[in-house]
């Protein structure tokens, strides 16, 4: 079992939907969770970075987690063409000196 | 501030022959970190290195390896290639190391083994 599960997709939405990504987890050390946008031929983006449980937001994008299901999510509003990505979570711990363990990513499609 | 630098974009090697991939971090980031990505397997970790030591390690076998320099640059070699280390490798710097801050990535180094 990985550590961080993430459904590849590809997930298809029309614009202005509301897109909901999420990611399992299996290690209840992890403090530190990230969201990065990742589009063809770039590198990961960071996109939202938060500790604990609770939600974040910013701007279109809201984050949240929650600790006790080892469940955390990326919400986007009013999805634009323009988010057509793949987006995947990460999330770390000070046990293991930090490293940033990625989810699979989701392909998004968001369609004009 | 200029962002993480990768070079070359792309690589095309045979199978046994060796690489040697190159990162400049952001500017003030001395902790690099390396991972590997592929449609299979998603992102792998590789390495991370931290005033030119390295602080942290995956579960990659020892022809991967890597080094840091002291104005925090950082190379990536692997030796003796097969077909399977075709992925994009992706090299990521953050301000320190021993605490969280989040990476920021280069846009990688696309390597073809044939």
């Known amino acids: 079992q990985k550590e961080v599960e993430q459904d590849p997709g590809p997930l298809s939405v029309p614009e202005g939907a509301i897109v909901s990504l999420n990611c399992t987890y299996s290690?209840?050390?992890?403090?530190?969770f990230m969201w990065y946008r990742q589009y063809s031929r770039k590198g990961p983006e960071l996109l939202m970075y938060?500790?604990?449980?609770g939600n974040k937001e910013d701007g279109r994008f809201t984050a949240q987690v929650d600790k006790s299901s080892k469940y955390i999510s990326l919400f986007i509003r009013d999805s634009q063409p323009s988010d057509s990505a793949t987006y995947l979570c990460?999330?770390?711990?000070?046990?293991?000196?930090?490293?940033?363990?990625f989810g699979a990513g989701t392909r998004l499609f968001v369609k004009a | 501030k200029a962002g993480v630098t990768q070079t070359p974009r792309y690589l095309i090697k045979t199978r046994g022959q060796q690489v040697t991939l190159s990162c400049s971090p952001i500017?003030?980031?001395?902790?690099v970190s390396w991972y590997q990505q592929t449609p299979g397997q998603g992102l792998q970790f590789l390495f991370e290195?931290?005033?030119?030591?390295?602080?942290n390690k995956g579960n990659f076998p020892g022809r991967f390896s890597g080094r840091q320099f002291s104005n925090s640059r950082s190379e990536m070699n692997v030796s003796t290639l097969e077909l399977g280390d075709s992925a994009l490798y992706l090299c990521?710097?953050?301000?320190?190391?021993?605490?969280?801050?989040?990476?920021?990535f280069g846009n990688g180094t696309r390597l073809t083994v044939t």
């Open positions: 290690n209840s050390a992890f403090q530190y």
């Open positions: 990460a999330m770390s711990a000070s046990t293991g000196g930090f490293k940033t363990i």
């Open positions: 500017s003030g980031h001395r902790s």
């Open positions: 938060t500790y604990s449980s």
């Open positions: 290195y931290f005033s030119e030591t390295q602080r």
């Open positions: 990521a710097s953050r301000e320190r190391t021993g605490e969280n801050s989040p990476l920021h």
